[in-house]
């Protein structure tokens, strides 16, 4: 995700210089008539022409060649003596440097005149390329993909700037970012027909998109907006009307007359909050017994906040909706003074499961099941915000750091794999007040209670150590990545029997009782009442996470 190494243009994007190429052309055709050789019939640039010339006259064409070739260097050798690089680039390439991004320049000119420029005016460039070092110049894709491969950049890592539509052919064909710049005397109706993904006046107006300049507070920009909903919004078939600049809603169609919908909004963390975001949404949709489908997004980013910043966010929720086969079909995008944090809000719809069982009413006897552990999310919210565990736990710490992944806080596959396994009574996933309030959630849904066992809960090694160092109660660490499910007891016995098959850790932790009570039977075989709050342990005990 997010560009890693730029690869510019040389003549026009860097600096300015003129070079009358409709001269030096008519001079090489007067040279060629001199030599009585066959003469290209399509009006070519002159690198082309030169290479025609070869390829209608073989040997003959030699001596040519070389002339021709003087003459260019000579006219290019005059033509800088008075280049200059345009205004705030050096000092923009440097910027770029500084912030570990790979500089190419990839160019037609000659290496010779191109390397004294650089060295005289003191451009910063980690590799070049001229028309001397590649078999085939732009707009041929070669020149681009022999740079991205000295830079060792991959292709959604790379971005090429020029003056000239040249430049944006060669990155389309070579598959890469392009951005057409107006600093070499082209306007923006020039580079119409070749659609670069972004036109700016010169190449310092791209410190936005690559994140080392601010962004104003307000919408994002329209050409920002357009590479992120082009990149990472996906849809499929049933979206009639997608996102787009200027679409203001989403048309879908369905082949089920019921739709399962969800909005949450996200506000614990700013790190990865585009994949809690997606995931705990699409949570709750499949406890319904649905197959989430469509996601509207609305983003609210801090002042401050830069593009690469915001590109995550959208790389994040777009990774997850790929992966649960979510199309993402539009939102609002925008950078506020009202926010400290990135807050991010979800709407998510699905479409019923086709040929589920649910069991209208719970029974005593009926068995609790979790699947997955609880403390993911806990866990993963503690290590990235409270800041004194990383030097207690550092293994702890790392583990926890990728346990949105892994073990993941998402139970969307879990969960439909239990919907057309067995008929199920409920399901609900534990988040804010964890586990404990969970339950105690499930049992107003059905009305009924439950006993727990205590020593059966499968607890997340992070989250145990953390809330125990923090004095936090485990069972209320908000627990997204858990899933809990009411089944009759031997239809839960044959679903354990199939989760074990697909190495997905469950167990049944308790059963339904007809007093509407939840109790706990401790591991020194007490019996109480299961204490819960619908407020989080972090947010509760205050421990500095917000």
Not at 228 to 252: E, H, K, M, N, Q
Not at 316 to 329: A, N
Not at 390 to 408: C, Q, R
Request: hydrophobic fraction near 40%.
């Amino acid at each position: 995700m997010g560009v890693k190494g730029i690869i510019f243009d040389f003549d026009g994007t860097i600096v300015s210089q003129e070079i009358d190429f409709k001269a030096i052309f008519q001079q090489m055709q007067q040279l060629l008539r001199s030599y009585n050789l066959k003469e290209p019939e399509a009006k070519l640039p002159i690198l082309e022409y030169l290479k025609e010339v070869e390829r209608l006259n073989g040997n003959s064409a030699k001596e040519f060649l070389i002339n021709a070739h003087k003459l260019l260097l000579e006219r290019e050798k005059q033509a800088s003596k008075n280049a200059k690089p345009i205004k705030g680039i050096p000092e923009f390439l440097n910027q770029l440097s500084k912030n570990s991004f790979a500089i190419g320049i990839v160019t037609r000119n000659s290496k010779k005149v191109v390397s004294h420029l650089l060295k005289k005016k003191n451009l910063c460039c980690h590799c070049l390329l001229a028309r001397e070092d590649v078999p085939e110049v732009k707009p041929h894709p070669l020149h681009i993909e022999m740079m991205r491969r000295k830079l060792k950049i991959r292709k959604d890592e790379t971005l090429v700037v020029g003056d000239h539509p040249f430049d944006i052919i060669a990155a389309k064909k070579a598959g890469v970012l392009s951005c057409g710049v107006l600093s070499g005397g082209k306007t923006p109706q020039d580079f119409v027909d070749v659609s670069p993904d972004f036109i700016y006046n010169d190449i310092t107006e791209l410190g936005g998109f690559l994140g080392i300049k601010k962004l104003p507070t307000g919408k994002l920009e329209q050409q920002l907006l357009r590479y992120l909903l082009g990149r990472y919004c996906t849809v499929d078939s049933s979206v009639l009307t997608g996102p787009g600049i200027g679409i203001d809603a989403a048309v879908v169609k369905t082949d089920s007359n019921i739709l399962i919908m969800k909005s949450d909004p996200i506000t614990l963390v700013s790190k990865d909050i585009g994949e809690y975001a997606v995931s705990i949404n699409s949570n709750d949709v499949v406890c319904l017994g649905a197959q989430p489908k469509w996601l509207l997004t609305t983003l609210i980013f801090p002042e401050g906040t830069t593009f690469p910043e915001i590109e995550k966010v959208f790389s994040d929720i777009s990774h997850v909706c790929k992966k649960q086969k979510i199309s993402w079909i539009g939102g609002h995008t925008e950078i506020s003074n009202s926010v400290s944090k990135p807050v991010i809000s979800c709407a998510i719809a699905g479409e019923r499961i086709k040929g589920i069982k649910i069991i209208e009413k719970a029974m005593q006897g009926d068995v609790l099941i979790a699947v997955k552990q609880i403390g993911i999310e806990g866990a993963s919210i503690l290590a990235r915000e409270e800041p004194a565990l990383a030097e207690k736990f550092p293994y702890e710490v790392k583990k926890a750091l990728d346990a949105i992944k892994k073990p993941g806080i998402s139970i969307v596959k879990e969960a439909i794999f239990a919907w057309k396994t067995i008929p199920v009574v409920r399901m609900h996933d534990p988040t804010e007040g964890g586990i404990a309030a969970g339950i105690a959630e499930l049992a107003e849904s059905i009305n009924c209670g439950f006993i727990i066992e205590e020593e059966k809960i499968p607890l997340y090694k992070p989250a145990k150590v953390f809330s125990d160092y923090l004095g936090l109660n485990v069972f209320g660490l908000i627990s997204s990545g858990c899933l809990l499910i009411v089944a009759r007891k031997k239809d839960a016995e044959k679903l354990l029997s199939l989760y074990k098959k697909q190495k997905i850790p469950a167990a049944i932790i308790g059963h339904v009782i007809d007093e509407k009570e939840l109790l706990i039977k401790r591991e020194n075989g007490d019996i109480s009442f299961l204490k819960y709050s619908s407020q989080d342990e972090i947010v509760r005990n205050n421990n500095g996470v917000n």
